[in-house]
Structures are given as structure tokens and as C-alpha cells.
């Protein structure tokens, strides 16, 4: 049975005076935080990061995290936020490079909880050679806040010629998925209504910078990419689909899913194809490419069963289901030879899940 | 708790489970740990009075509404205890 | 291997629609009751399969879809006490009583928790001694042992502060109903597995006889569903009309004894109101006297009966057979999946639900 790893023997917790930009918050900036995220620029402590000039297409990103819990099996919080940063600017060919942390803090956290967290993000940086450059604390009140909130700005370095994106996806392209899906879904689920797997399942939170890497080194003229996180494969793909005016066929068969989250979704009435994943992607290439890029994810995580599980449809009529397909729609032929569309998700499936 | 963010699950499907350990005898509240695949849960078992601990059972909305048993006539279906 | 398995596999599945191929000579006009049935006929895609021999009704068994309105306001009319904590399953969260959905009253201020089971309600009411926790109480035989067994916990317990308030609904008279009426033509029907595995099928021999009709107890899954058409295509070519069981692996002919027990020791038989039917017969289940105080109805003077309200959705027509989601005008423009007019669209097993989802054509 998996337990929440966070010590809690210190019974110091974080108050509104840390976050009020006096003496407090200035010991736990420098004293504590800072040592533990140790890049050199941040420790400066100026009010910006200077950092150094960069040579090609700047790629930007922000995202904002507030899983509950702030712990979960195969992650935290503060790991979630690198992965998340880290992948959005590898979707679109980007070596991440520099990220920065605002975190908004309830008062009543515990220190050690912040401390975990910060940790934990220092370590998915350092372990992608990222690094932490600016940042940003504030305490709220008890009861304003839910714990705590993260939000994240990513910067990269494009290193492709070719832009990577939905709108490049053509008819014949293949969907491509990097492994088996919703695994960070069941996990932060298993953590918030305590279910009792017997092997925990683990989240699939992980960065993609360096798989993406070795795809663009196949030489292969990559179309688009996109990081299955909430709403599932299903709304990525409809994404891709919307953003290329195509139509695009899957196959219920080739989608990698795993036992454990199959029972975990049965259970909980869930569609796996609705769950969120957070180290998952989809990538569409020609036909022609296909191949090399389905070895090269075989060959990194074949643990994971990356597999080709579609098709992007050429003209109205293609295919011999369904016959009159409208436009830019999912659709998915299922093992039983029959065919049926997939939809995005009404609203949020699992609120809070990253 | 909360499972979505209505809490939609689906209602009318149960879900079949083994019975792993009966945990209370008491008439009412008869529970057993039951088995789901690869997940645990707590069922009120007071519905199914003579199933015992490896019996297949079909559970509801946190209660066992009946026993479940091999389908006598497909001789290649066999009952698999461990459920992955 | 999990139990299921073989009932999931598709070569199996194959080899019975060939099977159903080389028996059907014609279409014949087949209802599967139950929503979840429904659901998994379009989410395999084997209706498609299936189309030239059989046209599939859907069935009234989604207990999201046919409770009344009413209730629902009733329901919602408890939310305003700050006494009452409103327990419910999470399906009927989203569904429109005549002005509004349980969820909006909760935006509004009311308390209401989603349950998984009768049972959690029950810890509520031990652990909120000074509040009165109610329990919405809906479904189909599947359901109502469950429920029974939740009001004879709360007896022995003497739990003052829970009580149920009760829409739970049988299936046999809505059958007979939409038999009798005859507007949408049934010819076969796939009776729904799980109300069997409670109730047994004793009580459809006399609909099968009086209607002439095959009735097939049906499981879930592809196979299931497969077989379940399978068997009633042999008996309607065949011209014979008797009660079968597919699904033998959980269904016996006396059902379960002590849930049954359960049930009648608590509920008793009534007339009911069905959303898109109107009032039925002896189709529902009362909270029987020895049992009032755990009445919601008696505890709170809540009203049983009121007028039908008219509205754009036709679930009604759906519900009884007579349409399909594709012949009404609102689908798919004002009532979808975000913005639904009725139940049929908002439960996960309504058969409008399940055509935006996943049918294609």
C-alpha cells in the first residue's frame, strides 16, 4: 500500500509573515529554499534573471499546477510542474532550458511539505539539466488557498528547421502514441479516495524532452506533437483533428493501456481514453517516417508499448467505415469490426488532476 | 471524495470481484475484502450469506447483489483467482 | 485472466454474428431494456455490425433517464433546509427536475454529496448527528435491495437523522406498457441482466406468453449482447416466444433470495410517475409503513403527485421506443452532451447520450 513519503516531524508550518516580503520570508528564501533549488543566477536574488543570449526561435510556456493531493504515487506536486514545463516546450521541438517557480502557499502548510516539494522540483531540473532561474513566494491566508498552487514559465531553444505543429498534419499521416495511457490519472486517483491496489500504480509524470530529441535525430520530418494531459488521448487527438481539418481513424486494439488502469477505469466508470496522462504524447508523421519513429520510442521505453494506433484521413469516403464521416471527427473502429466516434470530454472528468 | 467532478459512476453496471477475506460476520453488515482486478475495496457481503472467501460475487453500488459462477456450458472459460 | 474475458473476445464475437447471419432471414425489431446495454452495443460498434437483420429499440432502463421530474424538484426542495444533507448518486447530479439540476442547487448553497453507495449515506448520518441526511433514492430492482438494506442498517441502528427519499422503479410494467401500446413495434426483447440477477425471470413468462414474444436475459458484454440477439432471432424465426437465459453465469430463475427478501421487507409495490410515461401502475416501490419514519416523503411532507410540465425533450418518445435520438429536431443543436434539455442526454446511459458519443451516421 503506497503512503505519502512527506515526513511530517517538524511541526513548523509556513504563516502569512513568510509570504510578507520582510525578514521571515527573506530566511526561508535564502536560508532554506535556495539551497535546495541552488542555481546561481536565482541565488542572486535580483529582482530578474539575467540569463545568457540564445541562438534560435525562443519557445514560451506557463502553466499553472493544482493536483490534489500534493503527493501521489511516481510524483508530487513540485515534479509534476518540471515534467509539465519541460513537455510542453518539447512538443514543439524545443530543448527546455530555463524555468521559473511562483508558488502560492496556504498559511498552515507545513514546512517540511514546502521543503519536500521544493525538493523535488530542484531534482526533476537538475535531472533534465533545466534550470530554476526566478521565482516567486506568496502565503494566503488559512482557508483562501488549497495548500499550494505552482505556476510555471518554461523557455527553450527550437531545434528544428520545420515548425512542429497540428495545423502541418496531412492525410495518410500516422498517430503514433509514446506509451500506454492514464496511469496519472488512476494514480492521483488512488491517492485522493485511497484505493487499495495491490501493485500501486505509478504516474507516468516524466520528462520527454530527451525521447523528442532522439525522434528529431531519426532525421524524420516530424508534423506535430502533442502531450496527452487532461481530457486524455481523446482530446488531444480531437485537437489535432479540429487543428488540421482532417478526420482521423483510430484503433481501439493498438491503444497501449495497461491492466491495472483497465480495472481501475471499469471500477470507477471511467474511459480510459478520457484519463489524464503526464508523460504521454502523441506524434503524427507520414507514413514514410512512421516506422523510424515507432523504433526509436520502442527502443527508449519499450516498457511503455508505444504503437502506431492511427490514421489521418484523406477525403470524405475513405476507408470502408464509416462511410459518410463528417468533418474533423475521431473515429475509432473497435475490435468488434464496428466503428464509433470519440469525443471530447463534457466538462472535466477528474477535477484537480495535475 | 470525489471521483469526477459530478462523481459519475456508472450506476446500473456492477462489476464482478473475488472474495479475498470476509472481515465481519454480523448479519447486516456482513463485509467481506473483495477483489477487483488489481484493486481492494470493502463490501457489505449480507446479500450473499453462503459465499465464502474465493467465490466470485457481483457487487453494486458497495453491496454483493448475487453470486457469480463459471458459465456452465463455455468449457474454454476458466475462473482466474488472481485477477490480472 | 479476469472474468470477463471471454465474453470481451472479439474472435468469439465473430464467429456468433456469423452465426446470426445464417439464421435471420429478415430484420427483426429488437429492444434491449437496460441503458448500460444500450451503451455497449454503440461503444463495440456492434449494432453496426448487425444492422441488416436486426433494428435495435432502446429500452426504458436508464433509472437516470425515467425518473420524474418531481422527485427530482423534491429533492432539490430539501437542499434549502441547512438541516438536510442531500446524498446522491452521482448520475442524477446533472438531470433537470422541472426548473433545475441537483448541481445548481448545490451552486446555490445546498448541501449535496455524491455517494457510490446507500451506505455511504449512512455514514454521514452517523458522523452529523445534528443534520438530517437524506438519501435520494433511485434505479431498478438492481438498486432497491441495496437501498432496503440501508433503511433495516439504519433501523437496527436506530438512526434517527437518515431517511430515504424513494423514486425506485420496476421494470416489468414499463415492458408491459410499451407492449401493450405496441407504437414502436417490438419484436424480441434482451431483458436486462443485472434486475434478473436480483429478481429472477419468473416475472416474464406471462409477458412473453400474453405478448408472444422472446425474452432473453442479457448480460453486458459484446458477447453477451451477441448471443442475447443470437437467441432471439432463433426463437422469432422460428416463431416460438419463451423466456431464455443467457446470462447464466450470474443469473439464476429465483434471483437472490435474500435480496429479494430485503426489498419486500421494506418496500412495497405502488403506482409511479415515469418521466415521458406518465403515471404506471404498481411499476414503483413505497417505503412500507413499519418503515415511515425513514421516509422523506413523511418526514418532510413532501408532495407524491404534480402535473407533467411539457418541454422540447423528447426523451418520452424515446424512452417508449417510438423515436430515436436522430428524429429529434434538438439533437445535436440545442441539446448536446454541454447543454442538455433532457435526461435522456445528461445520464451516461441515455440513449442520447450514447448516440452523441459515439454513433456514427
Known amino acids: 500500500m503506497w503512503i505519502c513519503p512527506t515526513e511530517y516531524e517538524c511541526d513548523e508550518t509556513v504563516t502569512v509573515a513568510h509570504g510578507g516580503g520582510g525578514r521571515l520570508m527573506h530566511e526561508l528564501l535564502a536560508d532554506i529554499i535556495g539551497p535546495i533549488l541552488d542555481d546561481e543566477e536565482l541565488c542572486k536574488s535580483d529582482d530578474a534573471a539575467v540569463i545568457p543570449q540564445l541562438l534560435g526561435a525562443l519557445a514560451l510556456t506557463t502553466d499553472s499546477f493544482v493536483v490534489q493531493p500534493l503527493f501521489f504515487p511516481g510524483g508530487d506536486?513540485?515534479?509534476?510542474?518540471?515534467?509539465?514545463?519541460?513537455?510542453?516546450?518539447?512538443?514543439?521541438?524545443?530543448?527546455?532550458?530555463?524555468?521559473?517557480?511562483?508558488s502560492i502557499i496556504e498559511e498552515g502548510l507545513p514546512r517540511n511539505t514546502l521543503l519536500s516539494i521544493f525538493r523535488s522540483l530542484a531534482s526533476a531540473a537538475r535531472e533534465s539539466g533545466v534550470r530554476i532561474v526566478a521565482g516567486d513566494t506568496k502565503v494566503v491566508e488559512?482557508?483562501?488557498?488549497?495548500?499550494?498552487?505552482?505556476?510555471?514559465?518554461?523557455?527553450?531553444?527550437?531545434?528544428?528547421?520545420?515548425?512542429?505543429?497540428?495545423?502541418?498534419?496531412?492525410?495518410?499521416?500516422?498517430?503514433?502514441?509514446?506509451?500506454?495511457?492514464g496511469r496519472h490519472a488512476i494514480a492521483v486517483m488512488a491517492a485522493r479516495a485511497s484505493l487499495n491496489f495491490r501493485q500501486p500504480v505509478l504516474s507516468d509524470s516524466t520528462p520527454l524532452w530527451a525521447t523528442v530529441r532522439a525522434l528529431l535525430d531519426t532525421g524524420s520530418d516530424i508534423h506535430a506533437m502533442r502531450d496527452i494531459t487532461r481530457g486524455g488521448l481523446a482530446a488531444v487527438v480531437n485537437e489535432c483533428s479540429q487543428m488540421a481539418g482532417c478526420d482521423i481513424t483510430l484503433e481501439e486494439d493498438a491503444i497501449?493501456?495497461?491492466?491495472?488502469?483497465?480495472?481501475?477505469?471499469?471500477?470507477?466508470?471511467l474511459d480510459p481514453l478520457h484519463l489524464a496522462c503526464e508523460g504521454r504524447f502523441i506524434v503524427a508523421v507520414s507514413e514514410a517516417d512512421s516506422e523510424s519513429v515507432l523504433e526509436v520510442l520502442t527502443t527508449i521505453t519499450p516498457e511503455n508499448g508505444p504503437s502506431i494506433i492511427g490514421i489521418v484521413n484523406s477525403t470524405v469516403g475513405d476507408g470502408e467505415t464509416p462511410t459518410k464521416p463528417r468533418r474533423n471527427r475521431v473515429i475509432m473502429r473497435t475490435p468488434f469490426g464496428g466503428a464509433r466516434y470519440v469525443g471530447i470530454p463534457t466538462g472535466e472528468v477528474l477535477p484537480r488532476i495535475c | 471524495m470525489f471521483f469526477t467532478s459530478d462523481g459519475e459512476l456508472f450506476m446500473c453496471l456492477a462489476v464482478a470481484g473475488v472474495?479475498?477475506?470476509?472481515?465481519?460476520?454480523?448479519?447486516?453488515?456482513?463485509?467481506?475484502?473483495?477483489?477487483?482486478?488489481?484493486?481492494?475495496?470493502?463490501?457489505?457481503?449480507?446479500?450473499?450469506?453462503?459465499?465464502?472467501?474465493?467465490?466470485w460475487i457481483l457487487v453494486h453500488a458497495g453491496v454483493a447483489i448475487c453470486s457469480a459462477f463459471r458459465d456452465p456450458h463455455d468449457p474454454q472459460f476458466e475462473l482466474a483467482k488472481d485477477g490480472e | 485472466m479476469t472474468f470477463d474475458d471471454y465474453y470481451r473476445d472479439s474472435e468469439v464475437a465473430e464467429k456468433i454474428i456469423r452465426d446470426i447471419f445464417s439464421v435471420a432471414t429478415r430484420q427483426w425489431r429488437i429492444m434491449e431494456i437496460c441503458g448500460g446495454q444500450t451503451h455497449a452495443f454503440l461503444r463495440t460498434g456492434i449494432d453496426q455490425r448487425l444492422t441488416e437483420v436486426v433494428k435495435l429499440i432502446h429500452g426504458p432502463g436508464c433509472p437516470v433517464c425515467v425518473t420524474s421530474p418531481e422527485v427530482i424538484d423534491n429533492a432539490i426542495s430539501l437542499t434549502r433546509d441547512s438541516s438536510v444533507i442531500l446524498c446522491s448518486f452521482g448520475d442524477m447530479i446533472r438531470v433537470p427536475g422541472n426548473h433545475r439540476t441537483l448541481r445548481e442547487a448545490r451552486a446555490l448553497g445546498g448541501a449535496v454529496e455524491v455517494v457510490y453507495s446507500p451506505l455511504d449515506a449512512l455514514s454521514f448520518a452517523r458522523n452529523n448527528p445534528d443534520k438530517e441526511v437524506v438519501f435520494f433514492g433511485i434505479g431498478f430492482e438492481t438498486t432497491a435491495p441495496i437501498v432496503a438494506l440501508a433503511i433495516l442498517i439504519a433501523a437496527s441502528e436506530q438512526l434517527n437523522n437518515f431517511s430515504v427519499l424513494s423514486s425506485h422503479l420496476l421494470v416489468p410494467p414499463a415492458l408491459i406498457e410499451i407492449l401493450s401500446s405496441a407504437e414502436a413495434g417490438v419484436e424480441g426483447i434482451l431483458a436486462a441482466g443485472h434486475v434478473c440477477a436480483?429478481?429472477?425471470?419468473?416475472?416474464?413468462?406471462?409477458?412473453?406468453?400474453?405478448?408472444?414474444?422472446p425474452i432473453v436475459v442479457t448480460g453486458f458484454e459484446a458477447v453477451d449482447l451477441l448471443l442475447g440477439v443470437y437467441r432471439c432471432i432463433v426463437q422469432l424465426e422460428r416463431g416460438e416466444s419463451k423466456v431464455e437465459n443467457q446470462y447464466q453465469r450470474v443469473v439464476i430463475a429465483e434471483g437472490n433470495r435474500s435480496a429479494r427478501d430485503a426489498l419486500i421487507e421494506v418496500f412495497e409495490i405502488d403506482s409511479q410517475r415515469?418521466?415521458?410515461?406518465?403515471?404506471?401502475?404498481?411499476?414503483?416501490?413505497?417505503?412500507?409503513?413499519?418503515?415511515?419514519?425513514?421516509?422523506?416523503?413523511?418526514?418532510?411532507?413532501?408532495p407524491r403527485d404534480a402535473d407533467d410540465k411539457p418541454s422540447?425533450?423528447?426523451s418520452g418518445a424515446i424512452l417508449r421506443g417510438i423515436k430515436t435520438p436522430l428524429e429529434c429536431p434538438a439533437f445535436g443543436k440545442k441539446c448536446t452532451l454541454d447543454h442538455p434539455l433532457g435526461a435522456t442526454m445528461v445520464s451516461e446511459e441515455g440513449a442520447c447520450s450514447a448516440y452523441m458519443y459515439y454513433k456514427i451516421g
Not at chain 1, 80 to 96: K, S
Not at chain 1, 256 to 269: C, F, K
Not at chain 3, 198 to 213: L, N, T
Not at chain 3, 282 to 295: C, F, V
Open chain 3, 312 to 314: 422540447e425533450c423528447i
Open chain 1, 142 to 181: 488559512r482557508g483562501r488557498g488549497d495548500k499550494l498552487f505552482l505556476n510555471t514559465t518554461g523557455v527553450g531553444v527550437v531545434e528544428t528547421e520545420l515548425p512542429i505543429t497540428p495545423t502541418r498534419i496531412a492525410p495518410g499521416d500516422r498517430i503514433i502514441i509514446s506509451g500506454d495511457i
Open chain 3, 274 to 302: 415515469w418521466r415521458g410515461f406518465g403515471s404506471i401502475e404498481a411499476s414503483g416501490l413505497k417505503i412500507r409503513l413499519p418503515y415511515r419514519k425513514y421516509d422523506a416523503f413523511e418526514k418532510f411532507s413532501l
Open chain 1, 256 to 269: 497501449p493501456i495497461t491492466p491495472a488502469v483497465r480495472h481501475a477505469s471499469e471500477l470507477l466508470g
Open chain 1, 77 to 102: 506536486i513540485g515534479s509534476l510542474a518540471i515534467h509539465g514545463t519541460i513537455n510542453d516546450l518539447a512538443m514543439r521541438g524545443a530543448r527546455p532550458l530555463y524555468i521559473t517557480v511562483g
Open chain 3, 198 to 213: 436480483v429478481m429472477g425471470y419468473h416475472d416474464y413468462a406471462p409477458i412473453s406468453e400474453r405478448f408472444r414474444i
Open chain 2, 19 to 55: 472474495i479475498v477475506a470476509v472481515t465481519d460476520n454480523h448479519p447486516l453488515r456482513r463485509t467481506a475484502r473483495v477483489l477487483f482486478g488489481s484493486i481492494e475495496r470493502e463490501i457489505n457481503i449480507s446479500f450473499v450469506p453462503e459465499a465464502v472467501e474465493g467465490d
